[in-house]
């Protein structure tokens, strides 16, 4: 049974490009014949608000949309994300990265070549192999640290992986993103990690989201591989683009759903203006 999935972050309101991957997800399952489910990604407590989470409901509620309840909040399950972390860590494949964004900065500022990755530079691996004398110190002075993963080694124990998307097969790439972060102080889990293990926990066989979100794809599967999770199958939609063409972005003003809902139209409208063939 296909079990699909719109996942966002009450971080503010939703607006066009959300609407179009929640309705994608619905209709993927629905047309399947499968389930529908939601989750709330608000593990990043600083950013989230409940009156967004609030509106969010409201708004797919507004779309027609029905998913099955409870709906998963990731803030509620912080201990699935710590078992998955102390999994990885048992495995010796995380290491405590004490750099901050400056310092990190500064380093691949001095070196001739940083490499980039999907995500920006990559992490030049700094504490990766930390002594034990400074890491002791270090501990003892309470610092602030960020749990990473050693993509190395961790690939080293996957071997090569692939991914579907779009019912093809395709070499993942994680290696491109570096020793990523899995939880730092304030989030205990990265958006990698704590993907990764709802997807799994809510048995979600496909995944739908935008397609700038295909590069994660490829450092999900090693977080899957290593930690015996089932493999969903992938399915990256186009992004929504402006007028000018360019990708629909909060920065530029784009109009919520909100907005969107107060000009009248009716949502049957608003999503046969998205491109969704009402017929089907
Ligand atoms: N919370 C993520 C976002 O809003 C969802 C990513 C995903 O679907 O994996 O971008």
């Not at 992490?123 to 190395?152: K, S």
């Amino acid at each position: 049974m296909i079990v699909t999935r719109f996942a966002p972050s009450p971080t503010g309101q939703l607006h066009t490009g959300h609407a179009f991957s929640a309705v994608f997800a619905a209709r993927a399952a629905r047309q399947l014949g499968g389930r529908f489910l939601l989750r709330l990604e608000d593990i990043d407590k600083t950013r989230c608000r409940r009156a967004f989470e609030i509106g969010i409901l409201d708004d797919l509620d507004w779309l027609g949309l029905e998913w099955e309840t409870p709906v998963r909040r990731q803030s509620e399950h912080f201990e699935d994300y710590q078992a998955a972390l102390e999994r990885l860590d048992g495995m010796a494949l995380t290491y405590p990265c004490f750099c901050t964004r400056k310092e990190i900065a500064a380093e691949i500022a001095a070196s001739v070549s940083a490499p980039h990755g999907p995500d920006g530079p990559i992490y030049p691996g700094t504490c990766r192999e930390l002594d034990f004398e400074i890491l002791a110190d270090r501990f003892e002075r309470g610092d602030a640290f960020a749990l990473r993963l050693d993509m190395g080694k961790a690939l080293a124990m996957t071997g090569p992986l692939t991914l579907e998307e779009k019912g093809e097969r395709r070499a993942a790439t994680p290696e491109e993103f570096g020793d990523i972060v899995l939880a730092r102080k304030e989030m205990p889990a990265s958006y990698h990690l704590a993907v990764t293990v709802d997807d799994a926990i809510q048995g979600v066989t496909l995944v739908t989201r935008g397609e700038d979100l295909l590069p994660a794809a490829s450092v999900h599967r090693v977080l899957q591989a290593l930690l015996s999770l089932p493999e969903p199958r992938y399915h990256h939609h186009r992004l929504l683009t402006g007028e000018d063409g360019r990708r629909l972005a909060k920065r530029d003003g784009v109009p919520s759903l909100a907005d969107v809902r107060a000009t009248g139209i009716s949502a049957a409208d608003f999503i046969a203006g998205l491109g969704f063939d009402p017929a089907t």
